[in-house]
């Protein structure tokens, strides 16, 4: 039950994830100079691998922590 609350709760932020990628590429679509492909492609990569690690370490520390208990 706990594990599948963990899913869940990772699913939840991976969709935060999405708009906030949304967003970003928005803001940078929109800068003052003309953003290329390749600078596109590299910051939505960015914020989509923070997004990741971010999720992934928080889903697998609250399973460590009930581990541990």
Do not use: C, W
């Not at 970003?24 to 960015?46: C, D, F, M, R, W």
């Not at 914020?47 to 690690?53: A, T």
């Not at 971010?54 to 581990?67: G, H, P, Q």
């Amino acid at each position: 039950m706990q594990f599948s609350l963990s899913i869940i709760f990772a699913t939840l932020l991976a969709v935060g994830a999405n708009a906030q990628i949304a967003a970003t590429a928005s803001t940078l679509a929109t800068a003052k100079h003309p953003v290329t492909a390749p600078e596109l492609n590299a910051g939505i990569t960015l914020v989509v691998l923070s997004k990741h690690i971010a999720v992934t370490y928080k889903a697998l520390e609250s399973i460590v922590r009930r581990d541990k208990n």
